[in-house]
């Protein structure tokens, strides 16, 4: 059995149900939409593999900062149904649209719920009782037997993943607003900690004299190990003049057989890029990154230009684990 082949195909299949449904995003998806606007807290409902879907709908509309639940089909009628209010939206999801379960349910909430469905039949009784509904087609399952919701549940995500976005985007919501959600996640912390936060500062810094000498250089770096030096005036003005990396050091020993005559001035990077303290991780790690040759290490400066800190690519890296 030739695996690669068969498990492109599965990819391919469900990749061509998600664009064979672009067609699909209508007037009734933007009617879903203007409904949603209104809602207090957006719950899902599904059974089985579509009630997977719908927890895992719940918990990307969450992150983004629209309230929403899973209320189970089953359990709602047994005492759940407390957690849905008046203003609140339903939002049903079912491949058949006749889900014996979801029929049930529908009968005590459409009387005072807007509800909207996501379904694969325009014919079903969802389909013709909800306030709106948004159609998925496929000719089949990924599965090899046509049995096992895959492109059904792959399309379905899609659809609550474009309702989710579509929602923030209308709301406003931000990468701060996002943080705020996932407050321990790497995003979190690279959004809410600043530069000062997590910089090197003081009696740690690798400061050196312009007028240093390239073997006081040597000690300084080997004595404050961050991979760099920060060149300044003197030791008491501390106005950035350069940088001086690792990787100059070691292109100045290769460059040079004699090296105790060499120029600090003749190694470092005059006017190297700077940052201010009070921005953010993610800010630091872009200007990083977001070049043609990328850097590891940039000097934090104040107003005046005066040096009081050393972020580290590494320091960011860290301060997400």
Do not use: W
């Amino acid at each position: 059995m030739d695996l690669i082949n068969f498990i492109t195909d599965i990819y391919k299949s469900e990749a061509q149900t998600i664009l064979n449904n672009i067609k699909n995003i209508d007037n009734n998806f933007l009617k879903s939409i203007a409904i949603l606007e209104k809602a207090e807290k957006v719950v899902f409902t599904g059974i089985g593999k579509s009630g997977n879907i719908a927890q895992k709908a719940v918990a990307t509309f969450n992150s983004l900062g629209i309230p929403s639940v899973f209320l189970h089909p089953i359990e709602a009628l047994h005492g759940d149904l407390g957690l849905v209010n008046p203003n609140d939206v339903i939002i049903f999801i079912s491949k058949s649209g006749s889900t014996e379960e979801l029929i049930n349910l529908y009968t005590i909430l459409h009387q005072r719920n807007k509800i909207i469905s996501i379904i694969g039949n325009n014919n079903s009784f969802l389909a013709e009782n909800s306030d709106s509904y948004i159609l998925f087609e496929i000719e089949k399952e990924a599965c090899y037997m046509n049995l096992a919701p895959t492109n059904s549940t792959t399309i379905t995500l899609v659809i609550c993943d474009a309702l989710a976005l579509s929602m923030a985007k209308i709301r406003n919501k931000t990468s701060k607003d996002f943080a705020y959600n996932h407050p321990m996640g790497q995003l979190g912390r690279f959004t809410n900690l600043t530069v000062k936060q997590v910089m090197h500062k003081e009696n740690n810094l690798p400061f050196v004299d312009i007028n240093a000498t390239f073997k006081e250089a040597l000690i300084v770096m080997t004595d404050k190990a961050l991979g760099c030096l920060c060149v300044v005036e003197n030791k008491d003005n501390k106005k950035l003049l350069g940088i001086i990396t690792d990787g100059d050091i070691r292109r100045a020993l290769n460059e040079n057989d004699e090296v105790k005559h060499l120029n600090i001035n003749d190694i470092m990077t005059k006017n190297p890029i700077s940052i201010f303290e009070k921005i953010t991780l993610g800010e630091a790690l872009s200007i990083m990154e977001n070049r043609n040759s990328q850097i590891n290490v940039l000097p934090v400066v104040n107003s005046g230009n005066e040096c009081i800190g050393i972020i580290r690519l590494h320091d960011i890296i860290k301060s997400g684990l």
